[in-house]
């Protein structure tokens, strides 16, 4: 069997521009090494999934503009309150929301 670990560059390297991504839930299951590395990287133009509501790591995406277009029930920081990057961009109609329940 192939050895499966690498790096956080080289897996964010599998995220291209127009990637539909999947990301973990609320403030925890994240793997924030990688999403800085696609930060770095500048990739934009992805469809973001947040599994059952987005939280810090999809607010970070949507912050630096690398999401155009998000499937979701809820984005929110948790206790921390509301996610303020989705807030303002989706009120200003910068991305494209598809609602799910």
Known sequence: MNDKVMTASRAA???TPGCHL?????MAMNPLAVI???IKRGTSGLTLTPVLTGGFVADLLI???AVAALQFPQVA???YGPAPHFR?????????LFETI
């Open 13 to 15: 390297a599998f995220i």
């Open 22 to 26: 999947g990301v973990g839930a609320g």
């Open 36 to 38: 800085r590395e696609v």
């Open 63 to 65: 912050g630096v503009g």
């Open 77 to 79: 920081l948790d206790e």
């Open 88 to 96: 303002k961009k989706a009120a200003r109609g910068e991305l494209k």
